[in-house]
T-cell receptor, first 114, second 115 residues
């Protein structure tokens, strides 16, 4: 069966510091991968998605970037964090191919920028 | 572009009773999918139920069922025999079919189960 991991689970970072959040998927090949952010009391906002190694699509221009160095690894980064980057970050995967609709989510990372 | 609207910020139901959560959506796609996700206090998003827009039959998963009204662009979730473990945020979401685009989420409904 497929599993999705995210780490760290919780992170507290000062403003201006760098960020690296990691997501890995097991039990499937060539998944579509997604990064979402959930601000307090709100729904999820799609940040990035990837259909393959090195292929990244950005939905919202902001202080963040994403990379996919390996087939089942998706990384969310920032060079300098802002207060507004605080939130709950969720990684998700869906199967590759034509029927890619259903997404499965990881446990998330709670980021607090002080 | 797709939009998803959940007009009930919070709902409350007695344990063992039935509750319906509302969702409306708007899309220009002819092929799309609709979902309900549950987010318990742990905050992990858990898939509850999925509906293909081209299917007229409403999806059912155990105590969870949907009322999909395509013409009205309505997609409500019915939870029967509510249990304490059903307490969570519930999010309605849509996606365009046949592609790897992300999901569009509503703002969620907080479901409270009264013992």
């Amino acid at each position: 069966s497929q599993t999705i991991h995210q780490w760290p689970a919780t992170l507290v970072q000062p403003v201006g510091s760098p960020l690296s959040l990691e997501c890995t998927v097991e039990g499937t090949s060539n998944p579509n991968l997604y990064w979402y952010r959930q601000a307090a009391g709100r729904g999820l906002q799609l940040l990035f998605y990837s259909v393959g190694i090195g292929q990244i699509s950005s939905e919202v221009p902001q202080n963040l970037s994403a990379s996919r160095p390996q087939d089942r690894q998706f990384i969310l980064s920032s060079k300098k964090l802002l207060l507004s980057d605080s939130g709950f970050y969720l990684c998700a995967w869906s199967a590759s191919g034509i029927y890619t609709d259903t997404q499965y989510f990881g446990p998330g990372t709670r980021l607090t920028v002080l | 572009a797709q939009t998803v609207t959940q007009s009930q910020p919070e709902m409350s139901v007695q344990e063992a009773e039935t509750v319906t959560l509302s969702c409306t959506y708007d899309t220009s796609e002819s092929d799309y999918y609709l979902f309900w996700y549950k987010q318990p206090p742990s905050r992990q998003m858990i898939l509850v139920i999925r509906q293909e827009a081209y299917k007229q039959q409403n999806a059912t998963e155990n105590r969870f069922s949907v009322n999909f009204q395509k013409a009205a662009k309505s997609f409500s979730l019915k939870i029967s025999d509510s249990q304490l473990g059903d307490a969570a945020m519930y999010f309605c979401a849509s996606s365009a079919g046949g592609g790897a685009d992300g999901l569009t989420f509503g703002k969620g409904t907080h479901l409270i189960i009264q013992p």
